[in-house]
């Protein structure tokens, strides 16, 4: 059987699925294509942390029973022992995707294994945000929304630690999981579902998506370019919007204590020619110390002891030249007079009928329950009113994955479902609030937690609560997966907190570090520090004359790579190719080029290979076959493995001699 619609052919028989001649489906005696089962799962959450684990209780293995046609669409039906339990229709899109929807004949079954036919060389990439591996071959992972947890390695020290405080994570905890991926034989497989899911890509032979419901459908679509593949999914999917004009100015400094504190730090940048262009302060709704370290009260109103007639202030920042940005989460703390003052039923509730009371780690809260209209609308004022209206220019939509699965809900869904979707509606609540207020060219926000359809209402994706080490699951270098596999999940534009943020068992940020990782800052799509989570014990760029010199640097040279970086984010917008790319996006021949994960594609004519160890003097990179030059030396490479300087101040980047930006290129070292 055959079906072709614009330049797609899709062809089916009793054994075999094919779309645009890649092979997607295929029975074999040792490997049904579907599996369906029932389970009942057990989830335990601390402070955002999950412990899942799965009873299944029935897997039957289905073969193909029937094959037929009728009018546009191909259908085959699975059975067991000649009993029909499932089928797979199958059409193309308008658009010429390949769209299969999967059809139960008794709706009891809540678990369904896909497996798609693989090749032992195929590589995949994706599943949303992905911070230790990029290439998914080999691996399982898990697909839940929740906090990454500290270390994110069980064969680390720090990991171990974190552990004995249900804080540790593994290779595939993220914030950002999504159940999509590309596959090196150019196709995405996106599925259209929020529930648990558990890709797994171990075996050579065929990739097992696992679902805990039936997904609505499972969609296909082919190109003979990644670059034409990513345009294709993020059409389907959403694509980010534009960053202000005002990005460009430099550093958004992390900073906070109040406004005198802000004041004093802000003329120590400005000592040092810091181009900044605006103040982040978390802390303008008031702070409480916890054995973690620093956090913040969850009273969206700022604090008039620590922000006094800020609205003022913030006007008096904008005259000069300086945007403000604050913090903000789905969530209200129990003992805040927002809290008090707040309908109970814009909250979730308990099994009770009582405000369901979530603990963040020594102080509990409420979760604002976004399927109630009422509520939804109610925060949107919030935000309007205490954040808008009041001149920020931007800030951060914190968490979003904590939703517990025990909660009650106004509308009545089911909370296994509405967790991984639970950041979708809160980026939603954001970008409708700007919208609205008709800011979307002023403001930016950005969020770490994401699910299918934050592309289309989160602006900018923010890489999470790193460590502040070296480490490579959790320090400075699985930022640069983090961007990669968002990139080709749809989110072209991110970053990452200079510095990181996690201090705990020992890991201290040091100068060393800030200062790498300012250095990669500069080479992505928006410059921002933070403080951390415990900013006394740590170091800060504004107490040393050097890394601030170092610092100062590098914001100059953010500036002036703009006409270049303002061109590689209309990329962005327009098609969806990620600014922070793969090797393999522009080098598809290159066989190397898809098993590199620390090294990224700036645009097209950008690569970037940043330092992620300490005292580290000389640098080995990877280049592909191409004529390339040292941004700052001159030096003159072909492709291949190549060791060059990289002291502090001299990230190891490289410009394409062929780009059109070379004059632009050529004036960077001079920053």
Not at 264 to 273: N, S
Not at 279 to 286: L, S, V
Not at 368 to 393: C, E, M, Q
Not at 470 to 491: E, F, H, K, Q
Request: charged fraction near 20%.
């Amino acid at each position: 059987m055959k079906l072709t619609h614009q330049n797609s052919t899709l062809i089916v028989d009793n054994q075999t699925v094919t779309f645009n001649h890649r092979l997607l489906l295929q029975q074999t005696d040792e490997s049904p294509i579907v599996f369906l089962g029932h389970g009942e799962e057990t989830v335990t959450m601390y402070r955002g942390n999950f412990d899942i684990d799965d009873q299944v209780d029935t897997r039957l293995a289905l073969t193909i029973i029937n094959a037929y046609q009728v009018a546009d669409k191909l259908a085959l039906e699975f059975g067991f022992q000649d009993v029909h339990y499932l089928t797979l229709e199958l059409t193309i899109d308008d658009q010429g995707r390949l769209v299969m929807i999967p059809q139960q004949v008794a709706a009891h079954w809540n678990r369904i294994w896909l497996r798609l036919a693989a090749t032992a060389d195929e590589k995949v990439y994706g599943a949303g945000e992905q911070m230790s591996h990029f290439n998914l071959r080999g691996r399982h992972f898990p697909l839940w929304t929740s906090e990454p947890g500290i270390g994110r390695n069980k064969h680390t020290l720090t990991t171990f630690k974190a552990d004995a405080d249900h804080a540790g994570g593994d290779y595939y905890t993220t914030n950002y999981p999504e159940p999509t991926f590309v596959s090196t034989h150019k196709y995405y497989c996106h599925t259209t579902s929020y529930a648990y899911a558990d890709f797994d890509f171990r075996h050579p032979d065929f990739h097992e998506l696992q679902h805990w419901q039936v997904p609505t459908s499972w969609t296909f679509e082919t190109a003979e370019t990644y670059v034409g593949l990513i345009e294709q999914l993020t059409s389907l999917l959403g694509r980010q919007a534009p960053l202000p004009d005002w990005t460009n100015q430099g550093l958004v400094a992390g900073l906070q204590g109040g406004t005198p504190r802000i004041e004093t730090l802000k003329r120590r940048f400005q000592d040092h020619h810091v181009a900044l262009a605006g103040i982040w302060a978390q802390d303008w709704e008031g702070i409480r110390m916890t054995s973690f370290g620093k956090r913040l009260f969850w009273n969206w109103q700022f604090d008039d002891n620590l922000y006094p007639e800020l609205p003022a202030q913030v006007k008096q920042w904008r005259q000069e030249g300086l945007r403000f940005l604050g913090y903000i989460n789905p969530y209200v703390a129990v003992d805040s007079p927002m809290f008090a003052q707040t309908n109970p039923d814009y909250f979730a509730k308990n099994k009770r009928g009582e405000v369901y009371e979530v603990d963040f780690g020594e102080f509990n809260c409420g979760v604002v329950d976004f399927t109630n209209p009422y509520a939804f609308k109610w925060f949107k004022s919030v935000i309007k009113t205490n954040l808008i209206d009041a001149g920020f220019a931007g800030w951060m939509a914190d968490f979003g994955e904590y939703l517990p699965t025990d909660v009650v809900l106004a509308d009545g869904s089911d909370p296994m479902v509405m967790h991984n979707q639970w950041p979708m509606l809160w980026a939603k609540c954001n970008y409708d609030a700007i919208h609205e207020a008709g800011k979307e060219a002023e403001i930016v926000t950005f969020m770490r937690a994401g699910a299918t359809g934050s592309q289309r209402y989160n602006p900018l994706l923010w890489a999470g609560d790193q460590s502040v080490n070296w480490s490579l699951d959790d320090g400075i270098a699985s930022t640069i997966p983090a961007a990669l596999s968002a990139g080709m999940t749809g989110n072209g534009l991110t970053h990452s907190d200079i510095g990181g943020y996690t201090s705990m068992y020992g890991n201290l940020r040091t100068k060393e570090l800030f200062m790498r990782w300012g250095e990669m800052a500069a080479f992505t799509p928006f410059m921002r520090s933070h403080e951390g989570n415990r900013p006394a014990e740590n170091f800060q760029v504004y107490d040393s004359g050097e890394a601030l010199d170092h610092l100062a640097k590098f914001t100059h040279v953010f500036q002036r790579l703009t006409p270049y970086r303002q061109a590689v984010i209309k990329e962005v917008v327009a098609h969806g190719t990620p600014a922070q790319r793969p090797l393999f996006m522009h080098y598809e021949d290159d066989p190397e080029s898809y098993s590199i994960q620390y090294e990224y594609l700036f645009g097209r004519d950008l690569l970037v290979a940043p330092v992620y160890q300490a005292e580290k003097l000389k640098w080995s990179v990877y280049l592909p076959d191409d004529d390339w030059v040292n941004l700052w030396t001159d030096e003159s490479f072909r492709g291949g493995h190549h060791e060059v300087d990289a002291p502090l101040g001299q990230i190891p980047v490289f410009y394409r001699k062929q780009s059109s930006y070379t004059d632009l290129f050529k004036t960077l070292k001079q920053a």
